[in-house]
């Protein structure tokens, strides 16, 4: 697709650095990939994000991005908030779900700075950077949906008809709920209750477990978490 035909679209949607989320992908109906590598045969344009958009102010409606900004270094990071602010239009949203490295399990890696699970991501994104992000930027309202705050996560409700996020509790199966009938009171963290499982798991570590890292583990509903933060210009 190239631009001139993006801006025929009404509304104008796009999803910043999305590949192959967007049109015709059922959570992603009416958005087009702005990415270096858009998949065949979905709606996608070719662009390298560190660059400016090459569309005129307010043109868009609204922007999404997903599992994305992690990849661009600090800076770059902030031209884009800029970029973003300048193509949308009055009243116009961008919602943006990426990794948040306050995450219990996650807090080690962007403590010494590399995740070797993930090379590619060299921003370590906290709720506390984007909001400074922000605040730098011309943006002056946004609402943060889901984030770690310590050891507590916390969480809004999100209407995923303006941007569906793929990666938190509502969406993830990764993220799953243990049955009641499956608990035993055991004072092992604090008052949270824990599966035979979770028990396990302790005993494994020697019982040295914090109540975070119980929360966050595999199979727990926090486990698998994006921040979820949405912009919006007045």
């Not at 590598?37 to 344009?45: A, D, I, L, N, Q």
């Not at 661009?72 to 490295?101: H, T």
């Not at 070797?116 to 011309?138: C, G, K, N, Q, W």
């Not at 809004?156 to 243990?178: E, K, M, Q, S």
Request: glycine share 6%; net charge positive.
């Amino acid at each position: 697709m190239e631009w001139s035909e993006v801006l025929t679209r009404q509304p104008v949607r796009l999803h910043l650095g999305g590949a192959g989320l967007c049109e015709p992908h059922p959570n992603y109906r009416g958005y087009v990939a702005v990415d270096l590598s858009p998949r065949e045969g979905t709606w996608g344009v070719r662009h390298d994000l560190r660059e400016p958009l090459p569309i005129p102010d307010g043109s868009v409606d609204r922007l999404h991005s997903e599992d994305f900004i992690e990849h661009l270094e600090r800076p770059a990071l902030a031209r884009l908030l800029a970029e973003a602010y300048r193509v949308l239009r009055s009243g116009g949203m961008m919602r943006i779900g990426c990794p948040d490295y306050d995450n219990p399990k996650d807090r080690a890696y962007a403590a010494k700075g590399y995740d070797d699970r993930y090379p590619l991501h060299v921003t370590f994104t906290t709720a506390a950077l984007i909001r400074e992000l922000i605040e730098a930027s011309p943006f002056t309202r946004y609402d943060v949906l889901a984030h770690w705050d310590r050891d507590r996560f916390i969480s809004r409700p999100i209407d995923y008809a303006l941007g569906y996020v793929r990666r938190t509790p509502d969406n993830d199966i990764r993220c799953r709920i243990f049955r009641a009938g499956d608990t035993l009171p055991v004072n092992l963290a604090r008052w949270v209750k824990i599966t035979a499982q979770d028990l396990a798991y302790a005993g494994r570590r020697g019982f040295r477990v914090s109540r975070a890292e119980m929360l966050s583990r595999p199979d727990r509903r926090w486990h698998v978490t994006s921040l979820v933060i949405d912009l919006f210009k007045d």
